[in-house]
């Protein structure tokens, strides 16, 4: 079984930072990007961000570019989201998620194999 967690979500003013950390454990398993996901309530969950596993090549949602920057560290099955200049509409919960299917740039959370739990991020204005 893959498990997957996310750590450092929080509370957080308007135009401050967070980062927010993803691990994946357990059974050995190929995947070819990490993504962020994030939904807030009353809407569905929509991409944020992915990193590449083959060239760390990264593809981010319009919303997000110039804000938020994702990477991994394959060697820790790790992906991160560094998200600066935060604003209120950021808020939300956000999952980390592997895709084991193919190369590609991969945006819709069906197309996602395995997830976390989501860590919240609240941004006050």
């Known amino acids: 079984q893959v498990h997957m967690a996310e750590s450092g979500g929080g509370l957080v003013q308007a135009g401050g930072s967070l980062r927010l950390s993803c691990a994946a454990s357990?059974?050995?398993?190929?995947?070819?990007?990490m993504g962020w996901f994030r939904q807030a309530p009353g809407k569905e969950r929509e991409f944020v961000a992915l990193?590449?596993?083959?060239?760390?090549?990264?593809y981010y949602a319009d919303s997000v570019k110039g804000r938020f920057t994702v990477s991994g560290d394959n060697a820790k099955n790790a992906v991160y989201l560094q998200m600066n200049s935060l604003k209120p509409e950021d808020t939300a919960i956000y999952y980390c998620?592997?895709?084991?299917?193919?190369?590609?740039?991969?945006?819709?959370?069906?197309?996602?194999?395995?997830w976390g739990q989501g860590t919240q991020v609240t941004v006050s204005s």
């Open positions: 990193v590449s596993w083959s060239g760390g090549s990264t």
């Open positions: 998620a592997a895709q084991t299917r193919s190369l590609g740039i991969w945006t819709k959370a069906g197309e996602y194999d395995y």
């Open positions: 357990g059974r050995t398993f190929r995947y070819y990007s």
